[in-house]
Nanobody
Framework: QVHLVESGGGLVQAGGSLRLSCAAS????????MGWYRQAPGKQRELVAT???????NYADSVKGRFTISRDNAKNTVYLQMNSLKPEDTAVYYCNSRSYQGSAYWGQGTQVTVSS
């Protein structure tokens, strides 16, 4: 079992920045891919960015050029640097971890609110 703990959400004005962190417990085999998803009120959960060990990051088109995902494998931690935030980025952001075999784990979510 993997336990994911997110931090770093909050309230920011449009154009501002936030950095999300997600620390994973458990073995490194459970964190083959780590990433971030978000869910705005009334909308489905959507991919924001993912990063697989040894691979290039994957971003949603809506965040390309503004968000950067990175990970520290020694700490089993993934980060999401969010710059040039827009009101439409407002959502609950969820950390996700996926093992090589495909087992998926989710964090509890952290609220990001961008005011106009």
């Amino acid at each position: 079992q993997v336990h994911l703990v997110e931090s770093g959400g909050g309230l920011v004005q449009a154009g501002g920045s936030l950095r999300l962190s997600c620390a994973a417990s458990g073995s490194s085999s459970s964190t083959y891919t780590m990433g971030w998803y978000r869910q705005a009120p009334g909308k489905q959960r959507e991919l924001v960015a993912t990063l697989t060990r040894g691979a290039m990051p994957n971003y949603a088109d809506s965040v390309k050029g503004r968000f950067t995902i990175s990970r520290d494998n020694a700490k089993n931690t993934v980060y999401l640097q969010m710059n040039s935030l827009k009101p439409e980025d407002t959502a609950v952001y969820y950390c996700n971890s996926r093992s090589y075999q495909g087992s998926a784990y989710w964090g509890q979510g952290t609220q990001v609110t961008v005011s106009s």
